[in-house]
């Protein structure tokens, strides 16, 4: 190795080690590197996206081409506001997703709690993959089954309409609720509940005055999953919701169908700002900053 080679190779063992010790002295630099690239794709993907939705929104369509006008124009949500289908619709949506919530939430309480104070530890693996393993499955092979359990020959038979939206609903989004509810009730000290038992309280009021208290930020952790992917979602009330119509399918006939993507971006902001009201109101609770 000749002698300049030396040097620069010591040049630049020298600027790396200087670099690294940096680094080292200064955190908040090696985070802000760190996160630099998922941030960047956050911006990019995410908040980029709803920002050509909200622009989008403000559009209209011309009604003889077809083609983007892209003028700031209120209209859409003058006809958002002033139809009372809409209204309708954003209301059924809201009870749908409210109504698979509070399904959800009654099945899945007692569920993680069996699997976290009952059950075994061993047991609780197995019973950790058998919650998760329906999500491994494929979510129109899950909603067509269920077309034929509802079907008038199914099992069920039920038929369509929003009964069998909400079931369907319930059954795709119910995970989303046991494990954040099961991470929450793993955390909960079984002292807490000896010490309840010991002073003498029955177990209704163990779990009013000691159980839901502690695991209720789970509960809206759990919550907000499946209240908003119920009222964003689509295909499902396509598959067994008959002649139904939620939010997600306004949009996706004004996509389609209607040729009129403005008033799609409109009809999709509905459930956006449902979502802030929601986090908004839970947060008021304090159970954000318990999660």
């Known amino acids: 190795m ?33 996160l630099s690239a998922p941030l960047l794709w956050l911006g990019l993907a995410y908040l980029g996206s709803l920002a050509a939705l909200f622009v989008t929104a403000f559009w209209s369509t011309d009604t003889f081409t077809g083609d983007l006008v892209k003028v700031f124009t209120w209209a859409n949500f003058h006809d958002l506001v002033t139809g009372d289908v809409y209204r309708t619709v954003a209301l059924r949506s809201v009870g749908v997703a409210a109504a698979v919530t509070v399904i959800d939430l009654v099945i899945a309480f007692p569920m993680a709690f069996a699997m976290a104070k009952l ?3 061993r047991a609780q693996r197995w019973l950790v993959i058998l919650v998760l393993t329906p999500l491994w499955a ?26 069998a939206t909400i079931a369907t609903l319930s059954y795709l989004w119910l995970p989303y609720m046991i494990l ?4 929450g009730l793993e955390r909960l000290p079984n002292a807490l509940l000896d010490a309840s038992g010991d002073l003498g309280a029955r177990g209704r009021r163990t ?8 695991t209720f930020p789970a509960v809206v952790a759990g919550s907000i999953f499946t209240f908003s992917l119920s009222l964003g979602d689509y295909i499902t ?21 209607a040729n009129n993507l403005p008033f799609a971006a409109a009809v ?4 956006v700002v ?3 009201v929601y986090l908004a109101a839970v947060r008021r609770t304090g159970a954000l900053e318990n999660l």
């Open 274 to 276: 449902i979502m802030l």
């Open 207 to 214: 779990f009013r005055t000691v159980v839901w208290p502690l």
């Open 180 to 183: 954040p509810i099961y991470a």
């Open 138 to 163: 494929s979510y129109l092979v899950k909603a067509y089954a269920w077309r034929v359990l509802l079907s008038s020959d199914g099992i069920l038979g039920w038929g369509y309409g929003l009964t």
């Open 2 to 34: 000749t002698a300049e080679a030396a040097v620069g190779n010591e040049r630049g063992t020298g600027l790396r080690r200087g670099v690294a010790a940096y680094l080292h002295r200064h955190a908040l630099v090696r985070l802000s590197l760190l």
């Open 237 to 257: 009330v396509k598959i067994v919701g008959g002649k139904s119509q939620l939010i997600g399918n306004v949009v996706y006939d004004n996509i389609g169908a």
């Open 268 to 271: 999709a902001t509905v459930p």
């Open 119 to 121: 059950a075994s530890p």
